[in-house]
DNA sequence: CATAGCTATGTACGCTCGTACACATGACCT
DNA sequence: AGGTCATGTGTACGAGCGTACATAGCTATG
């Protein structure tokens, strides 16, 4: 937007360019080395901030926690609405779930690793409870959209079973495997 | 209880059992803090044993580690046996699965979290991916006991699902509603 | 230009950690 | 009894951590 220093009359107290862009460095340090890996240093560095910047534009280094599983959350959880959006019936939305776990889950394990960083680091910190459950409760909505509150809520469960299992396993499912399990319970 | 210092320090200066009690304390640990609130002192404070003992009973933390999560998920496998190995039918599988779920999976959410640290753990350490396949094949084949391949890898997969968003959710799931789901899939 | 005040930085402190290692101890053999 | 040596312990070291804080730099104002 507007970089021009000479803009605005008014001072800007708060520039959250870099503030955004220390989110955004802390999510890969979370996914490259973990929760335990994620420091104050590794951040800054990733970001090519001085370390100072850390303290500055945070008050712990649970804060910038929050703030990038937030982030994270919400692009899952748009994910979830965009593919679901897009089916206007129910044989859509079946169709719809099954692209979700085999392209958007499983095709990226990224995020099935930060869904389980963010649960093991939700169990120790309250303050990340809170994100863990309004991003389940969004994929859940989702679901909604197109099955009734107990099937969108087992089937929820069922889609983390499987990516989970899939992921983690040796041998991951195949996209056949997916459609069977899903169907197997929806039909 | 002989709190003496001499004399428990006399009685332990020779105790064969003393790596074994340091893996449970280890275990015990992780329950409470997390893998990452697991240290080699702490461990020693639980176990009331000097911070020396530990190196000289494993070569790093990682090694304790190891042994402990190898331990639990023996544990946990042996679970999954007795209640499925008590089934007779296909009926009385599916009502084993039931129970296994809300009284051994949900009713303990320990066992839950030890699992997703180990999940966690094994994203970062290869020494315990080995660990966390080697459980989940366990009770894979206690499942496979009464269902073909295919259902039992589906329905492990449902399993952990259900009991992952149940401990982690603000309303876990009732005993109906484990049983609605379990049965919508298997019938 | 001078100045004031907010933004940003470099550095240092106190702490905890894993691990190494010199040394103490006591069980067992002869 | 006395010596040997695996077993077990106490302590110290260097590294890395979160955080605090004095101060440097910049920008809007007078």
Redesign the pocket.
Same mark, same amino acid.
């Given at each position: 937007m507007t970089d021009d220093?000479? !803009?605005?009359?008014?001072? #800007? #107290?708060?520039?959250p360019g870099?503030r955004d862009r220390l989110i955004d460095a802390a999510l890969h340090v979370i996914a490259e080395r973990g929760v335990a890996? !994620? !420091?104050? #240093?590794?951040i800054a560095r990733v970001a090519d901030?001085? =370390?100072?910047?850390? !303290?500055?534009?945070?008050?712990? =280094?649970?804060e910038v926690l929050a703030e990038a599983f937030t982030r994270h959350a919400a692009a899952a959880a748009e994910v979830f609405d965009e593919r679901l959006g897009a089916a206007t019936d129910r044989d859509s939305a079946i169709e719809a779930v099954i692209t979700l776990i085999r392209d958007d889950l499983i095709g990226s394990p990224n995020d099935l690793v930060m869904a389980v960083e963010l649960y093991v680091a939700a169990a120790r910190k309250p303050a990340l409870r809170a994100v863990t459950q309004g991003w389940m409760q969004r994929s859940r909505d989702a679901l909604e959209r197109h099955f009734d509150p107990t099937t969108a809520r087992e089937l929820d469960a069922l889609i983390e079973g499987l990516v989970l299992h899939s992921v983690l396993s040796t041998d991951p499912m195949t996209p056949d495997q997916i459609r069977h399990a899903v169907e197997r319970y929806l039909r």
């Open positions: 220093p000479r !803009t605005a009359r008014r001072a #800007r #107290r708060h520039d870099r890996g !994620t !420091t104050h #240093r590794e901030v001085p =370390l100072g910047s850390m !303290t500055y534009h945070f008050s712990s =280094l649970d």
